[in-house]
């Protein structure tokens, strides 16, 4: 009777907009140029920096909000901006305001991520490997079984084996004992395959930083997906990016 009662709750995106994926809030951008002597020790993770101006590095970014609470001028939550569409295809491009050479960088990766993804037909398989996560990213890829995302209506499947899977979607900071299982689950996949680092500590090593740089080490990583952890469509949008249904 609940069922009946509800109706079809699955979202219809990306082939129309959904009002909670354009009001996720992160990850946090930078709105004003002003003077920031005082900034360097806001952040936890290091992600502001202060060279010709003002930049935040949104893969370390994971999301506490005290840089927003602080210097409300100078930064904000890119909510609609960027939710779900806060993927990038270099690890540089995740730092805004982007540098100058970002647009042909990203153009080259594109291309030759394209190149690779024509293989990629309507069906598309999924192997999930936790290379030391604290379990939050976690939650974010199993919402994505259920009804209201179902990954299912779009071709991708979750496998337990890399034999079968196109795509290594990655969590954590890339810890030195699930450095060898990453790798060996990268090489027994087939080619094609894609890459995806999923959250904060993927991309960077988060909190752990400063000992751990995420999972790009062990790992070539081709879309990096910010966020502590993302939103279940930023995670859909890395997917369908990393198999070229989207740009």
């Known amino acids: 009777m609940r069922g009946l009662r509800d109706g079809v709750v699955t979202t219809r995106w990306p082939k129309k907009p959904d009002e909670y994926a354009d009001a996720w809030r992160g ?45 409300p001028d100078l930064f904000a939550w890119a909510a609609g901006a960027t939710g779900p569409g806060a993927a990038a295809l270099t690890r540089e491009a995740l730092i805004v305001p982007q540098v100058a050479e970002t647009d042909e960088t990203v153009a080259v990766v594109r291309a030759a991520l394209a190149a690779r993804t ?54 954590g900071a890339g810890s030195e004992g699930m450095a060898a299982p990453l790798r060996a689950t990268y090489d027994g996949m087939p080619d094609p395959r894609v890459v995806i680092a999923v959250g904060t ?35 859909l949008n890395a997917l369908l990016i990393a198999t070229g249904k989207l740009r």
Request: glycine share 12%; with cysteine; net charge negative.
């Open 27 to 71: 990850p946090v951008t930078v709105i004003g140029d002003a003077d920031a002597p005082d900034v360097d020790g806001l952040c936890p993770t290091g992600a502001i920096g202060v060279a010709d101006r003002v930049r935040v590095d949104q893969g370390k970014c994971i999301l506490c909000g005290r840089c927003v609470a602080a210097r």
């Open 201 to 235: 500590d993927a991309a960077s090593g988060g909190l752990l930083g400063e000992r751990l740089t995420g999972v790009a080490g062990h790992v070539p990583v081709d879309v990096f997906v910010p966020g502590s952890p993302p939103s279940p469509f930023g995670i």
């Open 118 to 171: 024509t293989a990629l037909r309507r069906s598309v398989h999924v192997r999930h490997v936790d290379a030391g996560s604290d379990g939050s990213e976690e939650w974010e890829i199993q919402a994505l079984l259920g009804p209201v995302y179902d990954v299912h209506r779009l071709g991708i499947f979750f496998t337990a084996s890399p034999r079968h899977a196109d795509v290594l979607l990655v969590t």
